[in-house]
T-cell receptor
Framework: GAGVSQSPRYKVTKRGQDVALRCDPISGHVSLYWYRQALGQGPEFLTYFNYEAQQDKSGLPNDRFSAERPEGSISTLTIQRTEQRDSAMYRC????????????FGQGTRLTVV | GQNIDQPTEMTATEGAIVQINCTYQTSGFNGLFWYQQHAGEAPTFLSYNVLDGLEEKGRFSSFLSRSKGYSYLLLKELQMKDSASYLCAVRVSGGYNKLIFGAGTRLAVHP
C-alpha cells in the first residue's frame, strides 16, 4: 500500500476486555515496529519484527501485551485484560530493510479503556 | 538510563530561522533522527545523522556532535505550515529502528 495502514483508527473498550490492533506495513518492508505514544510525548518503543521473527520485545510493558506477524506482513498487537493505564495511541511503523533505513509511521489506533 | 532533552515550546515568525536543540544520554548510539509531527498526525521523517557535522536538506538542516551528545534542527524561511511538533530520536539498537524519542518541541509560527 501507499503507507502504513492501521485499524481500527479508534477503539473504546471496557476494562478487562481483550483488544487486537492491526497493522498493514508498506508493501515490501521487511521491518515492522510497534510504538505507543501518550499525549504530548514522543513514541515509546514496544517491539520489533524482522520478517516474521519477533527479534526485540523489550518494550512490552508486561505479559498482557503480545504481538505477532505470522507471514511477515500484517501484524497484530494484542492487549489482554485491558486496564485504564493502557489508554494511548498505538502506532505501527515499518522500514524497508533491517539496517539503517528510516521508519515510516502509521496514523495509529487511539485506544481508550473505560 | 535513556534521556533525551529538548525544549517544550518555541515560537517564531514567518520567514525567520529557528534552531531546535536536542541533548541526549543513551546506553547506545547508532544515529539520530528528527521527525515532524502535525497535531493528530503520524510522525514523518525529516533527517538522519550518524556522523558528526551538518546535513542539509532544502530548508531543513540537522547537526550532530557525538562527543557532546548534542544535535540541532535548523529550519530556514519558516512557513505557517511548519507549525508542528519536532521530535528528536536516538537509535540505540544495532541497525534496526529501536528509537528513543524526546517529548518533542512544539513550534508555533506566527505571521
Amino acid at each position: 500500500g501507499a503507507g502504513v495502514s492501521q485499524s481500527p483508527r479508534y477503539k473504546v473498550t471496557k476494562r478487562g476486555q481483550d483488544v487486537a490492533l492491526r497493522c498493514d506495513p508498506i508493501s515490501g518492508h521487511v521491518s515492522l515496529y510497534w510504538y505507543r505514544q501518550a499525549l504530548g510525548q514522543g513514541p515509546e518503543f514496544l517491539t520489533y519484527f524482522n520478517y516474521e521473527a519477533q527479534q526485540d520485545k523489550s518494550g512490552l510493558p508486561n505479559d498482557r501485551f503480545s504481538a505477532e506477524r505470522p507471514e511477515g506482513s500484517i501484524s497484530t498487537l494484542t492487549i489482554q485484560r485491558t486496564e485504564q493505564r493502557d489508554s494511548a495511541m498505538y502506532r505501527c511503523a515499518s522500514s524497508l530493510e533491517t539496517v539503517n533505513t528510516e521508519a515510516f509511521f502509521g496514523q495509529g489506533t487511539r485506544l481508550t479503556v473505560v | 538510563g535513556q534521556n533525551i532533552d529538548q525544549p517544550t515550546e518555541m515560537t517564531a515568525t514567518e520567514g525567520a530561522i529557528v534552531q531546535i536543540n536536542c541533548t541526549y544520554q543513551t546506553s547506545g548510539f547508532n544515529g539520530l533522527f528528527w521527525y515532524q509531527q502535525h497535531a493528530g498526525e503520524a510522525p514523518t521523517f525529516l533527517s538522519y545523522n550518524v556522523l558528526d557535522g551538518l546535513e542539509e536538506k532544502g530548508r531543513f538542516s540537522s547537526f550532530l556532535s557525538r562527543s557532546k551528545g548534542y544535535s540541532y534542527l535548523l529550519l530556514k524561511e519558516l512557513q505557517m505550515k511548519d507549525s508542528a511538533s519536532y521530535l528528536c530520536a536516538v537509535r540505540v539498537s544495532g541497525g534496526y529502528n529501536k528509537l528513543i524519542f524526546g517529548a518533542g518541541t512544539r513550534l508555533a509560527v506566527h505571521p
